[in-house]
């Protein structure tokens, strides 16, 4: 079954308590192939790949950018800015990025242009650059002005496909951290509620996920949020729903 254009293929098992990785021998990691496949020059393809370096006033801001760069994403690596203040080291909201962007992706210039439409990402446009030239310092511009450029249609509608598929994560994500919130607060008030949620029969489905585009597979595991296995998040059954997040 297909999560989405150019995501992997999952592959359901439905099973009951106790929740361990049944099959998990049989599996492949993601850096393991599934069938041999002809090789490559991937040192000349790499080599053309797009590092780029950025700052963001939060990482809430940085997320937003990782989605919307997500079709041509190689690497993704964000840190905190600390600060050191009166002999204490202070964590700021502020957030320093490095990441690279396959050669099919947009360019600098055009990546410029697409962060440009995200709201209150000013801070990001402006020290958006290319890793080799990053100084993490803010160059006043206003938007979509030089080095602004309009990439083509398609990488267009890559990025609108990839920001609307974050609606549909952001949803998931709503419904899980409020679901883990009332059973941390359970947890607190009632002594002995870990134990019993510990004991219970805690229904779920080990699957493995496919990538067409490597051969490679990974097996992954997910826990219903009831009893009743046939629950939808957001409109889709877990194993399926949990599979869309992973490729997001």
């Given amino acids: 079954m297909f999560i989405g254009e150019g995501q992997p293929n999952f592959h359901p098992v439905p099973r009951q308590h106790p929740y361990t990785s049944i099959g998990c021998a049989k599996a492949r990691p993601w850096n393991t192939p599934m069938k041999n496949k002809s090789k490559t020059n991937g040192s000349k393809q790499q080599a053309a790949n797009l590092t780029l370096r950025m700052r963001a006033e939060c990482a809430t801001d940085a997320q937003v950018v990782r989605a919307l760069f997500l079709p041509w994403l190689?690497?993704?690596?964000?840190?905190?800015m600390p600060t050191r203040h009166e002999g204490r080291t202070h964590l700021l909201p502020g957030t320093e990025v490095t990441f690279t962007l396959m050669n099919t992706g947009p360019t600098h210039a055009e990546a410029v242009w697409l962060v440009d439409h995200l709201l209150n990402c000013h801070v990001i446009a402006e020290t958006l650059m290319p890793a080799a030239r990053y100084t993490g310092e803010r160059k006043s511009r206003r938007r979509f002005a030089a080095p602004a450029k309009q990439p083509s249609p398609e990488v267009v509608e890559q990025a609108v496909a990839a920001l609307e598929r974050r609606l549909t994560t952001l949803a998931m994500e709503d419904r899980r951290a409020a679901?883990?919130?009332e059973q941390l607060k359970h947890?607190?008030?009632s002594p002995l509620a870990s134990a019993v949620l510990a004991s219970e029969n805690e229904p779920g489905w080990v699957f493995i996920v496919e990538h067409e585009a490597t051969d490679f597979a990974s097996v992954h595991a997910a826990r219903a949020m009831s009893q009743d296995l046939d629950e939808l998040v957001c409109g889709r059954p877990h194993p399926e729903a949990r599979a869309f997040t992973l490729a997001s």
């Fill in 187 to 189: 947890c607190n008030t």
């Fill in 74 to 80: 190689v690497m993704w690596q964000e840190s905190q």
């Fill in 179 to 181: 679901f883990s919130a």
